[in-house]
C-alpha cells in the first residue's frame, strides 16, 4: 500500500477507491512550487488537474514516485520524457470528458439556430421580439465536421439523429471508416463551401493553429454558422468576426477562445455569437468520471498490474537493442504522417537487421504515436495507438528480416504513395533520415523540415534556396537524392523555423517543382 498525493480538487468517489485500496489518500491542495517538492517525498503516487506542473525537479524530489495521474486529458503540465527517464509511469483520463463535449457541441449548435440566449436575454429584458430571433431547422442542412476523432465522430452521431446530411475533414479516418459512419469526407475548402454549420474537434498544434482564417473563411458558404469546442487558436477570432460582419458568416457558437480566461473578444459585441467559458467539460458525470478513471488507473500502477491509460513506457520495460530506437521510429511516424495528404489504408513497416526478433512490438507502437501525434485532441499513447489504429480503419502490418544491405540496423515505414527509412548512425547513435520515397537521402530528422520533389537539373537547388532565403528562413541541414529511374529528383532540407505559406506557395508554383511537403516532427 503506498501514499498517494493529491494537490487539486477529485471527486470524492475517486478519493474513495483509492482509501478502499488500502491507500493512504493524501489531499493538500494550494501547494507552491517549493511546498509541493516538500509534499512529494515519500509519495508513491501523484494526483493532479490542470494547476499542478510536474517537472524533472519535482520528479527528481519524488524518489519513490511509482505513478503521476492526471486527471483529464492535456499533460502540458507534466515533464512525460523525464518521468519515462525515471520509470515513473504518467497516466490521464483521456475518455472522461468526450461525451460532455459533444453535447456542448451540440447545445451550441442549437442554441446558433434558434438563437436561444438571444431570445432568452430579450426575454427577462422585458422585450418580446419573436420575428427579430428567428432561427433554422438542423433537419436536411449540412453539417461540416472538421476532425472525426472521438469527439467529433459523437456529434456526428448525434446530428444524424437530427437528419442532417453529414461531410467531414479528417486526412487520419479511412473512408470506408467515414462510409460507415454515415460521413462523406472530402478537402477542408469544399467542405467549407457546402456546409450550412461546421463543428471543429482538431487539437491545438503548430499545423492547426489559426487554421480557420480569412483565408478559409472566404470559401465558406455564404450564411454559414461555426461551432468550435475543440481549442482556442484554432479560429482566428479577429478574421471570424470580419465574416460575421460581411454577412459571408451568419453567425458562431464558441465555447474556447486563443486567450483564456477571457472577457474580451472582437466576437462579444456581435449578436448573432453565442459563447460559453469553455464549459465543455464543466459537467457533474465528467468531473466524476475523470476522478474514478484515474483513481483506477493509480490503483492499477500501485498494484503493478496492466494500466490502460498509461501514456508512457518505463525504460525498463524495453530491451537494450529496441531502447535506443523509440524516438526515431516516432520521428518516422511523423514524417510519413507529413508526407501523405490522407490516411492510408494499410501501413507497413519493416525491421531489418539487428533488431529483427528483438521485440519490435514497442518499435511499431512508436510509429504509431508519430503517425497519430497530430491528429488526434489527446494524447498518444503506446495504450491508445492500436485503438486510434483501428477507429480509423488503418491496417497495419510487421515484418522483420536479419539482412540488412546497406547499414546494421533499418527501420521502414511505407504505405499510400510515400514510404520513409532510417537508422541510428555513428558512435553517439544519431538518428538519420536515409531514404524518402525510395530516394536515397542521409539528414538528421529536424523539427521543421522541407520535402521538395523536383526536376533532376541544374538550378533547382538554387531556386529553391532563393525563395526560402528570400522568406527569412535558414536551411540548417540538405540532402538531395535522384530518382533511379526517372529524370527527377528529391531534396529534403531542414530549416530553423516553419516555412511560411506564402514561401511555400512560390515554390509549389515554381517551374521543375512537382510537389512540396512540410514536416513537424
Not at 511509482?66 to 520524457?81: E, H, K, M, Y
Request: net charge negative; charged share 20%.
Amino acid at each position: 500500500m503506498g501514499r498517494v498525493l493529491v494537490t487539486e480538487k477529485l471527486a470524492q468517489t475517486g478519493l474513495d477507491l483509492m482509501a478502499a485500496a488500502g491507500h493512504e489518500v493524501d489531499v493538500q491542495l494550494g501547494l507552491s512550487p517549493e511546498e509541493l517538492l516538500t509534499a512529494v517525498q515519500g509519495a508513491q503516487a501523484l494526483v493532479i488537474r490542470s494547476a499542478t506542473t510536474v517537472t524533472a525537479e519535482v520528479l527528481a524530489a519524488g524518489a519513490d514516485l511509482v505513478v503521476v495521474g492526471r486527471a483529464g486529458i492535456g499533460l502540458d503540465n507534466v515533464d512525460v520524457p523525464a518521468a519515462t527517464e525515471r520509470g515513473v509511469m504518467v497516466v490521464n483520463a483521456p475518455q472522461s470528458n468526450i461525451l460532455s463535449a459533444a453535447e456542448q457541441a451540440m447545445a451550441l449548435l442549437l442554441a446558433q439556430a434558434r438563437n436561444v440566449p438571444q431570445a432568452h436575454a430579450a426575454l427577462v429584458a422585458g422585450k418580446w421580439e419573436r420575428s427579430k430571433w428567428e432561427g433554422v431547422e438542423l433537419y436536411g442542412k449540412t453539417l461540416g465536421v472538421i476532425g472525426l476523432g472521438r469527439v467529433g465522430a459523437l456529434v456526428a452521431q448525434r446530428a444524424l439523429a437530427f437528419g442532417m446530411r453529414l461531410v467531414a475533414y479528417d486526412p487520419f479516418v479511412s473512408s470506408d471508416r467515414a462510409k460507415h459512419m454515415g460521413v462523406e469526407l472530402m478537402g477542408l475548402d469544399e467542405l467549407m463551401g457546402s456546409s450550412d454549420f461546421v463543428t471543429i474537434h482538431l487539437p491545438k498544434n503548430a499545423e492547426t493553429l489559426g487554421l480557420v482564417g480569412a483565408e478559409l473563411l472566404a470559401k465558406a458558404k455564404p450564411g454559414l454558422r461555426l461551432i468550435n469546442t475543440a481549442r482556442g487558436g484554432i479560429v482566428d477570432e479577429e478574421a471570424l468576426a470580419d465574416a460575421i460582419r460581411s454577412g459571408r458568416v451568419q453567425g458562431a457558437g464558441l465555447d474556447v477562445f486563443a486567450k483564456e480566461p477571457t472577457t474580451e473578444s472582437p466576437l462579444f459585441e456581435l449578436p448573432s455569437v453565442v459563447v460559453s467559458p469553455h464549459l465543455g467539460a464543466s459537467t457533474a458525470e465528467a468531473q466524476d468520471k475523470a476522478g474514478v478513471t484515474i483513481a483506477e488507473q493509480v490503483i492499477l500502477a500501485l498494484a503493478g498490474d496492466f494500466v490502460p491509460f498509461a501514456v508512457n513506457v518505463a525504460a525498463g520495460d524495453v530491451s537494450e537493442t529496441v531502447r535506443p530506437f523509440m524516438g526515431l521510429a516516432e520521428q518516422l511516424g511523423r514524417i510519413f504522417s507529413c508526407l501523405n495528404d490522407g490516411l492510408p489504408d494499410v501501413v507497413d513497416i519493416e525491421y531489418q537487421g539487428g533488431l529483427a526478433g528483438a521485440g519490435t512490438g514497442i518499435l511499431t507502437l512508436s510509429v504509431l504515436k508519430g503517425v497519430f501525434a497530430a491528429g488526434t485532441t489527446e494524447p498518444v499513447s503506446y495504450v491508445n495507438a492500436p485503438q486510434l489504429a483501428a477507429e480509423r480503419g488503418l491496417e497495419v502490418r510487421e515484418t522483420s528480416t536479419a539482412t540488412a544491405h546497406d547499414y546494421v540496423n533499418l527501420i521502414t515505414v511505407r504505405g499510400g504513395d510515400h514510404a520513409v527509412a532510417g537508422t541510428l548512425t555513428g558512435p553517439r547513435t544519431e538518428p538519420r533520415l536515409v531514404m524518402v520515397d525510395d530516394h536515397t537521402v542521409e539528414v538528421p530528422p529536424a523539427p521543421h523540415m522541407v520535402v521538395v520533389r523536383n526536376d533532376d537539373r541544374a538550378g533547382m537547388i538554387g531556386a529553391v534556396g532563393t525563395i526560402l532565403g528570400d522568406a527569412g528562413v535558414s536551411i540548417s541541414s540538405m540532402a538531395v537524392g535522384p530518382s533511379a529511374s526517372s529524370n527527377t529528383a528529391l531534396m529534403v532540407l531542414s530549416t530553423d523555423r516553419l516555412v511560411p505559406e506564402d514561401a511555400l506557395e512560390r515554390l509549389r508554383g515554381s517551374a521543375g517543382i512537382s510537389d512540396v511537403h512540410t514536416v513537424e516532427t
